[in-house]
């Protein structure tokens, strides 16, 4: 019985409200979505290491200008 309530609560409803729904804005993200985005998950080791998208840039950054320098004093 439990798994059946569980199952009906799960399912998507064929039609929803958003005008009673609180918190939503409109458009909210759509700049955002109109640049677009790269995104890359990180493996769980390497997420613990950089805890921001900053400190993740930066260090992609130096590694890059090391292998340019590699690559033209080869």
Known sequence: MKTRELEQKEEIRPEYD???MKGG??????SRYRKGSNLVLLAPDVAKVFHDNASVNETLRSLIGIARANVKHS
């Open 25 to 30: 804005v409109k458009g909210k993200y759509v």
């Open 18 to 20: 958003f005008a009673s």
